[in-house]
């Protein structure tokens, strides 16, 4: 069985920065995509960041400049580095990591930016 556990939520202000971590445990196939979703309250769940086990990452329009993503794959652990917070990235960010025949979901991390 495979968990996904998050941290790093909380409030800043808006031009703050935070940085989530979302720490895989058990049996994870050594290739796969690890990433970060948000949803905002009343908004679909949209993606925010991507990585491949090869280290090839993709971005959310609305995040590109501000977000990094990376990952340990030694550690089966991926990071968001979120910079220039704007009160719109409020959501619940939910880290995800799939693979040609699973998918998994954490149980998110409310990021909350104050105007």
């Known amino acids: 069985q495979v968990q996904l556990v998050e941290s790093g939520g909380g409030l800043v202000q808006a031009g703050g920065s935070l940085r989530l971590s979302c720490a895989a445990s058990?049996?994870?196939?050594?290739?796969?995509?690890m990433g970060w979703y948000r949803q905002a309250p009343g908004k679909q769940r949209e993606l925010a960041a991507g990585?491949?086990?090869?280290?090839?990452?993709n971005y959310g329009d609305s995040v590109k400049g501000r977000f990094t993503i990376s990952r340990n794959n030694a550690e089966n652990t991926v990071y968001l580095h979120m910079n220039s917070l704007k009160p719109e990235d409020t959501a619940v960010y939910y880290c995800?990591?799939?693979?040609?025949?699973?998918?998994?979901w954490g149980q998110g991390t409310q990021v909350t930016v104050s105007s």
């Open positions: 995800n990591v799939n693979g040609r025949s699973f998918d998994y």
């Open positions: 990585i491949t086990s090869g280290g090839n990452t």
């Open positions: 058990g049996s994870i196939l050594r290739f796969n995509t």
